[in-house]
Structures are given as structure tokens and as C-alpha cells.
């Protein structure tokens, strides 16, 4: 099963035949080849986020200026910080409402 899973990497999804097909060549049930291959998926996607990237200087040095014109763009604004940072819309909108959060609690310290 792992080999099977290994080659359908992009769509891990099985159908029955697939599933009867398993479970044959296993010797277990289709429900027991079901219950793998979820746990399977649940264990591949927690892999795949833990691969997650920092931004890198010149990335921050943008927003961080961007951020002191504004607070809060809009979707045209974003889409333009996009292109120059190479970051995703929504990596940059986490990053803005990170930023203010941020902002809110040092001014309540102050």
C-alpha cells in the first residue's frame, strides 16, 4: 500500500476497485485499507506544512516600509506587494495582521 501511495502522491484518493484491489494484494479488508491511506493523507499534510519557508530580508524590509504608508491595503495594493515580494496574497495579509497586532499590544505596554 505504501508503494501505491508513494506512486499517487497527487491524488491519494482511491477509488473502490482500488481499494478491492489492495485489500486483496494485502490480504486485509477494504475498510482496513481505507483507514490507512486516510492516516496516510492526515500524516503526509502535517509533513507538508511543517516545511514551511521565512521570509527573507529584502521580503521584510518591503512590507515593514509598505507598512508604515499603510496599515491596511486593499486587494490592488496587495497584489502589487505580491509581485515585488514573490510572496503569496495570503502570506502577505498574515503578515499585516500580524504586524497590527503587534502594534496594538506595544502601544497598550507604553
Known amino acids: ?14 477509488c473502490s476497485e482500488t481499494y478491492k484491489d489492495l485489500a486483496s494484494l494485502c490480504k486485509i479488508s477494504e475498510k482496513q485499507v ?3 491511506l ?4 492526515k500524516f503526509f499534510k502535517k ?3 511543517q516545511n514551511l519557508k521565512r521570509m527573507t530580508c529584502e521580503q521584510l524590509n518591503i512590507l515593514t516600509k509598505y507598512y508604515q504608508l499603510n496599515k491596511n491595503p486593499d ?3 496587495i497584489l502589487k506587494l505580491e509581485e515585488k515580494t514573490g510572496l503569496s496574497k495570503k502570506k502577505i495579509k498574515a503578515w ?11 502601544k497598550e505596554d507604553n
Not at 1 to 14: C, E, L, S, V
Not at 38 to 41: T, V
Request: with cysteine; hydrophobic share 25%; proline share 3%.
Open 34 to 36: 481505507r483507514r490507512y
Open 38 to 41: 486516510i492516516r496516510k493523507r
Open 47 to 49: 509533513n507538508k506544512n
Open 1 to 14: 500500500m505504501n508503494k501505491w501511495f508513494q506512486k499517487n502522491i497527487d491524488n491519494p484518493h482511491g
Open 75 to 77: 486587494c490592488g495594493q
Open 96 to 106: 499585516f495582521a500580524n504586524k497590527r497586532f503587534q502594534n496594538k499590544f506595544k
